[in-house]
């Protein structure tokens, strides 16, 4: 039996450049045939939390045992999760925990007669996210017409402890030229809709948040982003068990950038490629999660290469 979290992860990954190491009771001390001297005992010691790796017999030694693995996508996992090994939970200072809601943002679902309200919801409906969505995610209107926000649907992000940590803010009049208002949040550093994910189930990676909402499974909005560090992070310290990308069927640059970087991370992601011109947002909820357990295809090496031709091409 392997131990639990990440001392496990990085033991089965040493493991196949080294062959079966012997653990500790601790767990921090683990025994493996040294690869330089090759003694016929297990005399090249590796401490885990000091990360050193040190041979009785030869000599060799170093700190980082990410530079015992051969293969270089094994080596960056070794080194990120060697990292994170002596702490408790993904270090969380520095995401930014919330934002202030101004206090014109008032819940979509009520019986007000405002006509602010009214179009707000006419117009959330229009777009399918009907009582259903405006509830379990929160929808807000303007109350306020003078607000820099007003006659927008406010869509809130709150993180995994419930509080504000982003909104979107919706024209919900087609000749509005900025069609979102959004606060000034270094994106990087916060997990959109994370009161709504599990990191244990498979998640789905989405571009914006109407496509996460119409999702509605444990699906993160990357807003036009590339997927951020933190997302990697926490995919590899909760080892997800799948990761997919929902996307329109034009967007290969969007979807080789991010290809790419999971799977630098030892992550493969899996494709669910949309016809061309549907966007997730616009489709129904029972659609978009069925074309997903259905239609996703893993993006492998050769598909990443296919990408990077078609995302070429692009303008
Ligand atoms: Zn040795």
Known sequence: MYPNGNIGQIISILEK????????????????????????KKKLSI????????????NYSGKGVHKLSKNSSDAIVLKRLTKWTNRKEVKETKEITNI?????????LTSSSSPLRL???????????????????NLMYVSDPTSYYSNRL????????????????????????????NPKVEKSLIIPFEMYISWDQPIVLVEGMIDAMKVDYNAIPLMG?????????????????????????????FLYRNCNKLIKHNITPKIVLLEKDKDPGELDTQYLQTIIL??????????????????????
Not at 21 to 33: G, H, K, R, T, V
């Open 17 to 40: 450049t080294l062959g079966k190491a012997d653990i500790s009771n601790d767990e921090n001390q683990l025994a493996f045939y040294c690869p330089k001297c090759r003694h016929h």
């Open 47 to 58: 401490t885990i939390d000091k990360n050193l790796f040190h041979c009785w017999v030869c």
């Open 100 to 108: 202030n809601q101004p206090k014109e943002f008032k819940r979509l």
């Open 119 to 137: 179009n707000t919801y006419q117009y959330s409906i229009k777009r399918g996210l009907t009582d259903y969505y405006i509830d379990k995610y």
């Open 154 to 181: 406010i869509i809130p992000s709150y993180n995994k402890n419930g509080e504000l940590n982003y909104f979107n803010a919706r024209a919900i009049y087609d000749d509005e030229k900025m069609k979102y208002k």
């Open 225 to 253: 982003n590339t997927v951020s560090d933190l997302i990697i992070e926490k995919i590899l310290y909760y080892k997800t068990p799948s990761v997919y990308l929902l996307l329109d069927g034009d967007a290969y640059k």
């Open 294 to 315: 259905n239609k996703s295809r893993d993006c492998n090496f050769e598909y990443l290469m296919k990408l990077k031709l078609l995302s070429n091409g692009e303008q």
